[in-house]
């Protein structure tokens, strides 16, 4: 019987949306596998009202404090606290910034959420999402030329997440379902400009996978969908268009939707097109 995880009390204090912070403490975390957290996530700390709300938070959970706070007030508030209490009190992207200025001889711009400006890249981002709810399943055909990336698979290979996360990079991605027996779309045989990516998955995990999505839609009927011979021979057909076709082919079986998307960038990178 395995030992019971130590747990602790995680503040997560941030004068933005907390999105950068929330990324670096997950990350630090799944280092850990003997550990759990218990998270605080205090978001849009920006004045001392709020910071106060935060400290008797951490007063009554005692933790660690991972914080991105710009501001010399509150900044100051929290560390002053975080002593007395003798809690580790960690500025995450201080050490990055001070790295930064003596490199550039320049000071950083003591402004919250400045990665959040409704600049060209924030747009571009949005219209990729757009295209990418547009250019779902494969709907949008007629749109495919606009496309950056196109992703095929058969059913629950993850296309749909992977182009949405793609797309949060401000990537124009689509996806086309590959079904048993039918052709893929004439008009991907008219399109030089976008990356193709075939994405496969192991039959078995496929299988587990399908049923726990029938079930989930109270849908309980054994059919060629579940089917371990059908799956297994589903998978090899469209191994062979990819082959046949060219394209490159990635296994998702034991990829998270962001190991698979990186693969995705780096192939764009190698055809000189920016991720």
């Given amino acids: 019987m395995s030992e019971e995880k130590k747990k602790y009390h995680l503040h997560l204090v941030s004068d933005s949306t907390g999105e950068t912070l929330n990324h670096v403490a997950r990350a630090c975390i799944a280092q850990f596998e003997d550990v759990e957290t218990d998270q605080h996530i205090w978001s849009l700390v920006r004045h001392e009202r709020q910071m106060d709300m935060v400290l008797e938070g951490i007063t009554q959970n005692p933790g660690i404090v991972l914080f991105t706070v710009i501001h010399e007030g509150p900044r100051r508030k929290l560390l002053d606290h975080c002593r007395g209490l003798q809690l580790p009190c960690i500025p995450v992207l201080e050490p990055t910034l001070s790295a930064l200025s003596s490199y550039m001889g320049e000071t950083a711009r003591a402004q919250p959420?400045?990665?959040?400006?409704?600049?060209?890249?924030?747009?571009?981002r949005i219209?990729?999402?757009?295209?990418?709810?547009?250019?779902?399943?494969?709907?949008?055909?007629?749109k495919l030329h606009n496309a950056e990336v196109i992703l095929l698979g058969v059913s629950r290979t993850s296309k749909t997440p992977t182009c949405l996360y793609l797309a949060n990079r401000g990537i124009f991605a689509a996806n086309i379902p590959l079904v048993k027996d039918v052709a893929v779309p004439d008009v991907l045989a008219d399109l030089s400009t976008p990356l193709i990516v075939g994405l496969t998955r192991d039959p078995g995990s496929?299988?587990?996978i399908r049923r726990n999505r029938l079930r989930f839609l109270n849908e309980g009927s054994e059919t060629n969908y579940v089917n371990e011979d059908a799956v297994e021979e589903e998978v090899l057909q469209a191994r062979r268009l990819y082959t046949k076709r060219g394209w490159p082919v990635i296994d998702v079986s034991r990829r998270s939707i962001e190991e698979t998307s990186a693969e995705i960038m780096i192939l764009l990178n190698k055809r000189g097109h920016r991720p």
């Fill in 127 to 142: 219209e990729a999402m757009e295209f990418a709810l547009a250019c779902d399943d494969g709907q949008g055909l007629d």
């Fill in 113 to 124: 959420g400045r990665q959040h400006v409704l600049d060209t890249d924030y747009y571009a």
């Fill in 206 to 208: 496929l299988v587990d």
